[in-house]
């Protein structure tokens, strides 16, 4: 189904080294990345680029320098993949800020409720990416993130999650992955993580969040599974050196889902 021969030369965009260096470098999962992957990472990009379509709201100017975040933190999860892992949709909204669109709930009782909470990014099965820019420019901001938190990535893991289906934290896996040990690391790592963050909120009031923020992975993580796909996907590309050893299993699978190792590459370049 993937692969087909003629899609390497599908048209891209080429991206100027400047524009690329600046815009992909801030960012965390760029630690470490060896010349010839940059290089390969740079392609795909522009590739990415050719393929997808870019709008903001609000009247947001997208830029060059945005357009290239953006793909270039979209390219990292499939650089080993392919850019066939995103077909089936193009567009790609982009808000200045968070954004709280109007939502009806069911809850468990079966009543309905019109929620409005504010996202930073989401992703349709099927349809746009929608993205925060403010959320996007802040991850690549030194001084003002929040490591291992990364919308894009974040949405994008989804996007591959919703290849077979609705997100629920099993994308489709290649040949050669049994869906036992995947179900196994991450429903032990999920069931782990929500007791943690459980504890950890009733600690908040005499800790002051300290111990939620010495989780090992946003806490929204214990949402559902899907989310806890979406975010330990963040931390694999952002923060291995915190997933790993927290939850290794997962770091394994998700080191053979991606066909990536963010940690050697920390390791070996000594970032
Ligand atoms: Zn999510």
């Known amino acids: 189904m993937f692969g087909w021969f003629g899609k390497r030369d599908a048209k891209a965009e080429p991206i100027d080294e400047g524009l690329w260096e600046s815009a992909s470098f801030p960012y965390l999962f760029m630690r470490g990345l060896p010349a010839a992957d940059d290089a390969r990472l740079r392609e795909l ?58 939502r009806e709930i069911v809850d468990e009782a079966g009543v309905v409720h019109l929620v409005n909470d504010a996202m ?12 925060s820019y403010e959320d996007v420019a802040m991850t690549s901001d030194e001084d003002a993130r929040v490591a291992g938190y990364n919308v894009v990535i974040h949405e994008f893991a989804h996007k591959l999650d919703m290849l077979n289906g609705d997100p629920n934290g099993l994308p489709p896996l290649h040949a050669g992955m049994p869906l036992g040990a995947w179900r196994k690391a991450f429903t032990e790592a999920y069931g782990d993580f929500r007791r943690r963050v459980d504890e950890a909120d009733r600690q908040a009031e005499e800790d002051d969040g300290a111990a939620l923020d010495a989780l090992p992975v946003d806490p929204y993580a214990a949402e559902s599974p899907g989310e806890f796909f979406a975010v330990v996907s963040e931390a694999f590309f952002e923060t291995p050196e915190r997933l790993e050893p927290a939850y290794p299993a997962v770091y394994a699978q998700l080191k053979q889902f991606y066909r990536q190792d963010p940690l050697a590459r920390l390791a070996d370049s000594g970032a």
């Open 45 to 102: 990009a522009g590739r990415f680029l050719a393929r997808k379509h870019f709008s903001g709201t609000h009247d947001l100017d997208i830029t060059p320098f945005m357009r290239v975040q953006v793909a270039a933190q979209a390219s990292i999860l499939v650089l080993e993949l392919g850019l066939e892992w995103y077909d089936g949709w193009s567009e790609i909204i982009v808000y200045p800020g968070q954004f709280a669109p109007e």
């Open 120 to 131: 930073a990014g989401e992703a349709w099965l099927g349809g746009p990416v929608i993205l």
